[in-house]
């Protein structure tokens, strides 16, 4: 069972460019988290994803970010007209179903990340 | 708005020392408490996971505790090895709405041969 996939893991886009991250759970897992971790801080949460759905987006900037999770195919987080402060790596975790549709309290797996720089 | 915090920021300890990570947070509300090692440059690996139910989980020479009602949680590492050298990070998943896990700034281990 493959584990969480990110790509691309490296990414440089120059000020006012678009950058699109990917991220494709494992298998079995329908629930999608994107995180940032800049320079020196911590994990800080952006959004959860469940198919075609977005859950909670309370943590993702409100302009210049976006990001679904299709019926097919991998997450996409999208930064528009990227700026310097966005350099960052950008980590996406999945864990399985929840319980009654519920949040889930399983282990969320996490990807190797993929380190966005913003010249 | 729960806040996770670490101590020590930072350890070097010898190897073969046994040593314990602290981890607070704020909000006893929790569904459950993870402990992942991050590489320089590399993803989370998820170590131990603690469901808000359990006292404790064990993992080979690892140990995680955690006594929800006083907010904190403690990583024993048993006889250290150089390999153990990593950032250590604690993460608190909690309720009340709140999707996303939130992360202390995280411990950074050296252990010298």
């Known amino acids: 069972n493959a584990g969480v996939m990110q790509n691309p893991r490296h990414l440089v886009r120059r000020r006012g460019q678009e950058a699109r991250l990917r991220c494709s759970p494992m298998?079995?897992?329908?629930?999608v988290y994107w995180y940032r971790q800049l320079p020196e801080e911590g994990l800080k949460f952006m959004v959860y994803l469940q198919k075609e759905n977005i859950i909670d987006e309370s943590g993702m900037p409100k302009e210049r970010f976006s990001a679904e999770f299709p019926k097919e195919g991998p997450s996409i987080l999208r930064i528009q007209q990227v700026v310097r402060g966005d350099s960052a790596a950008y980590f996406c975790a999945s864990s399985p179903k929840g319980l009654a549709g519920g949040p889930s309290t399983d282990t969320q797996y996490f990807g190797p990340g993929t380190r966005l720089t913003v010249l | 708005k729960q806040e996770v915090t670490q101590i020590p920021a930072a350890l070097s300890v010898p190897e073969g020392e046994n040593l314990v990570l602290n981890c607070s947070f704020t909000d006893s509300a929790i569904y459950n408490l993870q402990w992942f090692r991050q590489d320089p440059g590399k993803g989370l690996t998820s170590l131990l996971l603690i469901q808000s139910s359990q006292r404790e989980q064990t993992s080979g020479r690892l140990n995680a505790s955690l006594d929800k009602s006083s907010g904190r949680s403690t990583l024993y590492i048993a006889a250290s090895q150089p390999g153990d050298s990593a950032t250590y990070l604690c993460?608190?998943?909690?309720?009340?709405?709140?999707?996303?896990?939130?992360f202390g700034k995280g411990t950074h281990l050296i252990i010298q041969p």
């Open positions: 993460a608190v998943h909690s309720g009340g709405g709140a999707d996303g896990l939130t």
């Open positions: 298998k079995g897992h329908s629930h």
